[in-house]
């Protein structure tokens, strides 16, 4: 009965989320920020872009690895409602606009909200959007946690019921998108490549399956994909383009691997539009060439 009760709760607590954030992205508008000089952008965005060596880069993964797991604990593995109360006090991180809906080789995602607010307050057309030239992220503060479900009978496509226990199965920093320029690194070394952007979209109500809206350009990637002061159609979650660096733990290994998709260990889920809403920019906004070091198992 406990667990019923809790499970209500989580119910619960996702909707009123799920309203707030509809709320907050149509509505929400933030000072409007002056870029720093300190972190302005070359006027050419570079083509390698490679701050640090393979070595240094692995390295600096290990440390990021490291920091995320002594952070959460416990809490690496969710066995109740308790321990998804418990990590929401932690970092902020509860279930993001696809609930509880775990993805084919990504997993259930559970956001930092407020920052993804923020990045979505930021996106906002004629308002707050182009504010932002260089978004940062910091290691060990990442803006969402993946798990996946260890239940042998897991509902994977049930937005309001989790079927715990659940297993983090990786992590990912998410900044603003500015074409061409990628997120300030604090105690991470990524490779410009690293980046993908997840695509502007819906997630539609009640299933929050993705609905992609990618605005009118030359090239994938070109625009910033900010999204309108309006009401999203059809009705859901609206979200911007954003910067997604993805981080997956490699089994029985310290340092983990980066893609848009989980090629470590596979992950059983639902598509819902989101395996393929983590594309790699082309054409001029592309931020380097493909590099041997970057693991997505797609030829990037």
Known sequence: MTQLRGSSRVRH?????????????AVA?????????????????PV??????????????AADQQRVLDRLGPLRVLNGPADVVALAMLGGWGPDSHGWVQYENVGVGLLDLPRSLDIIARSLDGITAGTVIRD?????????????SLNPNPNFTNPYTPTFPYELVGWFYGAVYTPGITPIENGLCLYPTDWAFHERGVHAFPNFDMIHQPPEEEWLGQN?????????????????????AHIWLTPGGDTPITGSLNTAQYVPGHDGGIPSSFPYPDGPTSVGPRLPEHQDGHGH
């Open 224 to 244: 910033p994909g900010s999204i309108p002061l309006a009401l999203p159609k059809p009705a859901g979650l609206v979200h911007p383009r954003a910067w997604d």
């Open 136 to 148: 940062a992220v910091t290691s060990g503060q990442p803006t969402g946690l993946f798990y996946r």
């Open 48 to 61: 390698t872009g490679r701050q640090c060596g393979a070595d240094e880069r692995a390295a600096l993964l």
């Open 29 to 45: 508008v933030p000072p409007v920020a002056t870029a720093d000089p300190a972190v302005q952008p070359p006027a050419v965005a």
């Open 13 to 25: 607590a996702i909707k009123r989320g799920a309203v707030a954030v509809a709320a907050v992205a």
